[in-house]
């Protein structure tokens, strides 16, 4: 018996989408007459209804998660100081970039200080 019975949630899902896939072809009819009056610029309008609703439809579907910062995320000025050190060194042996080397080193210095001031003093 429990066979016979229609299944109504089915049957609501199934309705619902009938009338979004009627509302889309309708839709879809609208945008052709549009872009069919168009003339010669008839393929630069095409293009840029699908990137619209290219746009729309991602925009819809992705998530609206809150951006956490983690420690992952954070910035480290003593990472920032290593690597300028280790870009400093090569330009530093070089007749030619030795005034940018000093320079690059001076900010790793500086970036070095700052982490180091970051890390004794930040929040616990």
């Given amino acids: 018996m429990a066979e016979d019975r229609?299944?109504?949630?089915?049957?609501?899902r199934g309705n619902l989408e009938a009338e979004r896939d009627s509302e889309i072809e309708d839709l879809t009819r609208q945008i052709a007459a549009v872009v069919n009056s168009a003339g010669e610029d008839r393929q630069d309008l095409r293009d840029y209804a699908i990137g619209l609703l290219k746009e729309e439809t991602e925009s819809?579907?992705?998530?609206?998660?809150?951006?956490?910062?983690?420690?992952?995320s954070r910035f480290s000025p003593l990472a920032i100081a290593l690597l300028l050190v280790?870009?400093?060194?090569?330009l530093l042996l070089s007749i030619v970039f030795f005034p940018v080397g000093l320079a690059v080193l001076a900010l790793a210095g500086v970036m070095g200080t700052w982490g180091v001031l970051a890390t004794?003093?930040?929040?616990r």
């Fill in 86 to 90: 280790l870009v400093a060194l090569p």
């Fill in 120 to 123: 004794v003093f930040g929040r």
């Fill in 60 to 72: 819809a579907n992705a998530p609206s998660a809150r951006v956490e910062i983690t420690d992952a």
């Fill in 6 to 12: 229609p299944d109504r949630p089915a049957d609501q």
